[in-house]
């Protein structure tokens, strides 16, 4: 292996793998979320990346992201159009037509919900590991 081919890598299917602040069964039914960067695959990364393929088959979505807040930042990236999305930011909501991002500072409470439409949604979130540094906070609370 050459000195820098481990930072290529394939992403996986999260599968069955918990998020913390998200019903897994419930997010399932839109579609699989793949992992495409965390620190399992590259030990360096300081970012978790997914990638949530959606169809929504009965409009609105369902709920499946409680509110919830991290200590650093986050971007949900909608790159393509068709989708059509609830984000809450502290006591605002706001409904969003994709193709847009969302910003996400440290500490903020959000949550997002799909309501209509097909497409990817991209999660970036800032952090070493994902569901262990989110499963601390969670018990810290």
């Known amino acids: 292996m050459s000195n820098y081919e481990k930072y290529i890598v394939k992403p996986f299917d999260w599968a069955k793998r918990p998020l913390i602040h ?11 979320l793949m992992a495409f960067l965390n620190t399992d695959m590259v030990s360096e990364a300081n970012l978790n990346i ?23 930042s986050q971007a949900y990236v909608f790159p ?14 706001h409904r ?12 903020l409470k959000h949550t997002v919900k799909i309501i209509e439409g097909s497409g990817i949604e991209v999660s970036i979130v800032r952090n070493e590991k994902y569901e262990e540094s989110l499963a601390e906070e969670a018990a810290e609370q």
């Open 22 to 32: 998200h019903d897994r069964e419930t997010m399932d039914t839109l579609g699989p």
């Open 80 to 93: 393509l159009p068709g989708i059509t999305f609830e984000v809450t930011l502290g006591e605002e909501v």
């Open 50 to 72: 997914f990638v949530h393929h959606i169809d929504v088959k009965n409009p609105p979505g369902p709920d499946y992201v409680e509110i919830h807040a991290h200590e650093v």
């Open 96 to 107: 969003v037509e994709s193709p847009a991002t969302v910003f996400i500072p440290p500490r």
